[in-house]
């Protein structure tokens, strides 16, 4: 079934045009239209008496399609749907209607369009995302690079490490087994008294004259030398 209208002034008659429902009723579905990028949104209700009645046996034909051409495509949902892959600045249009197993019923709705907005990277302005990546680029670098000049090059450490806390040498030669620098490797020289010796003169072999005691002349033994060492 499909509901005509025309207006009369004055004797006056315009077309007729299909008639449609704005804000809904018992048998035109009610809607709502949100756009983002490159999609637009569709939100449907199922809180009426033709949904209670019928239960999921009840659906929404959608019609959708550019401003200014016809609207012959469609797709058929249980609540609301989502139509994607839409062209960013320009107005799309929806009407909806009733399907109850299958069959349209009731008229349609009114048309409402709406404008698909421009993606917010293509929106931002070229000298934003080049100040973003020159500022960020260099922040995410500076730890890796720190890291590496401080735990992988030999020359950084170098250039930390202090003089001021270098171990002195002779350190190292006090703790040593030969003892400090100070201390000679020659043993000092000993004093010692003269010792007197007294033995018979002549060569002498081995025995008890060569004992550093001094024995007392006999009327056997001949004359004694003294000597003094």
């Not at 002034?9 to 990028?37: K, Y």
């Not at 051409?69 to 892959?85: A, C, I, M, N």
């Not at 009407?95 to 109850?100: A, K, R």
């Not at 270098?166 to 620098?181: K, M, T």
């Amino acid at each position: 079934m499909m509901l005509r209208v025309r207006a009369d002034r004055r004797g006056l008659r315009s077309e007729p045009v299909e008639a449609c429902s704005r804000l809904g009723d018992l048998c035109t579905p009610s809607f709502q239209l949100s756009a983002r990028s490159g999609a637009l949104t569709v939100h449907l209700t199922r809180n009426h008496s033709l949904a209670a009645a019928h239960a999921y046996h009840l659906k929404h034909r959608v019609f959708y399609g550019r401003e200014g051409r016809p609207l012959t495509d469609y797709t058929d949902k249980v609540s609301s749907v989502s139509v994607q892959e839409l062209q960013a600045g320009q107005r799309y249009c929806v009407q909806t209607q009733f399907l109850v197993h299958g069959s349209p019923v009731g008229p349609r709705s009114c048309v409402q369009c709406q404008l698909i907005p421009e993606s917010s990277l293509r929106s931002t302005p070229p000298w934003v995302v080049a100040t973003a990546v020159l500022l960020g680029v260099p922040a995410l670098l500076a730890p890796v690079l720190l890291y590496l000049a401080m735990y992988r090059c030999g020359r950084f450490k170098w250039w930390l490490r202090s003089t001021r806390h270098r171990i002195p040498a002779h350190f190292y030669q006090d703790l040593s087994p030969e003892g400090p620098l100070g201390v000679l490797a020659s043993a000092p020289e000993e004093h010692y008294d003269p010792v007197s010796v007294c033995r018979p003169p002549g060569p002498l072999g081995p025995g008890p004259a060569d004992s550093a005691t001094l024995s007392p002349p006999g009327p056997q033994q001949g004359p004694f030398l003294l000597e003094e060492h």
